[in-house]
């Protein structure tokens, strides 16, 4: 059974490396370069996960959480990011956030820690 993800980076490069792990885990991948995009995305999609970076240009990961948690209370979003935790990030624990991932990680480490949340497709198992 195919998953679907949303992946959420405003850098090509990453959206095109993870996505590839995404795909060797199993998931149907869509991508998205923005927080405004995401939202979009999301409405249109309703995909089983949202995996996303926090610092983007323009609506950041927390605006970009909050507005799909308003619309969808049940959607399972995990953040990611290469700096350290802010207030922010408490806020969104509260209101239900899926995982937080810190970068730099591996496609292993992803995998992993998809598999620890019990999110990875059951072809991938």
């Known amino acids: 059974m195919s998953s679907s993800v949303l992946l959420v ?8 490396c993870i996505g590839s792990f995404l795909k060797i885990g199993g998931f149907n991948v869509r991508t998205a370069q923005n927080g405004s995009q995401a939202c979009i995305e999301y409405q249109n999609a309703r995909p089983d996960l949202v995996i996303m ?7 950041d990961g927390y605006d970009t959480f909050f507005q799909i948690k308003d619309a969808d209370p049940d959607a399972k979003v995990i953040l990611m990011t290469g700096f350290q935790k802010k207030e922010r990030f408490y806020e969104a624990e509260k209101r239900g ?6 970068k730099p990680f591996t496609g292993k480490q992803l995998l992993d820690y998809l598999s620890e949340k019990n999110i990875l497709p059951t072809a991938a198992m």
């Open 97 to 102: 956030l899926f995982g937080f991932i810190e």
């Open 9 to 16: 980076d405003d850098n090509e490069d990453l959206l095109e």
């Open 53 to 59: 970076d926090i610092v983007m240009g323009g609506m």
